[in-house]
């Protein structure tokens, strides 16, 4: 089964660099916030550090369009996410967009204007994802586990700039 609706078409972010759909906005933050997108782009993020994902890049997240008017209807559902999850798998080095290392993707985050979602904001992204998912409550356990050792790392991540 496909997680695109049948009424539109899927493509990857890479063509978000393409004048055609953004103008002459200079950053892929710029770009994508053009068009509305910025709690998405919030979401996203806060969804990558809480579940480990260390390869999100322009090929693994895309967007909506109606295939008649390519028109941009909206992000598409996040996939391609890899070794998510697993404690050893816990570094974020390697964010592409934002940033080759740790410490760069870091100072990326905290640089863009807007605050990281609090724990309000997180407890709603996952319970999104377990409805989507349709995962059993054995699994949504152990994601919860997971994500619990996961609170210091928020925490660094939405702390005031130094």
Same mark, same amino acid.
């Given at each position: ?62 967007? =909506?369009?109606? $295939? +008649?008017? !390519? ?9 391609? @996410? *890899? &070794? ?31 605050? =990281?979602?609090? $724990? +309000?904001? !997180? ?9 989507? @998912? *349709? &995962? ?27």
């Amino acid at each position: 089964p496909s997680f695109i609706p049948d009424d539109s078409s899927e493509y990857v972010c890479s063509l978000a660099y393409s004048h055609e759909f953004f103008g002459e906005s200079r950053t892929l933050y710029e770009r994508l916030t053009r068009i509305g997108l910025e709690s998405f782009l919030q979401k996203m993020i806060a969804f990558d550090l809480l579940i480990g994902n260390t390869d999100r890049h322009e090929k693994n997240f895309g967007f =909506l369009r109606n $295939p +008649d008017t !390519l028109d941009i209807l909206g992000p598409a559902p996040l996939f391609d @996410s *890899g &070794l998510c999850l697993q404690r050893k798998f816990l570094n974020i080095d390697g964010m592409k967009p934002f940033g080759n290392d740790r410490a760069s993707a870091m100072k990326y985050l905290k640089s863009l204007p807007f605050d =990281l979602p609090g $724990p +309000d904001i !997180l407890a709603s992204i996952i319970s999104d994802v377990y409805v989507a @998912s *349709g &995962l059993d409550g054995r699994i949504q356990g152990s994601i919860n586990e997971i994500l619990e050792n996961r609170e210091e790392l928020i925490k660094y991540v939405g702390a005031p700039n130094e």
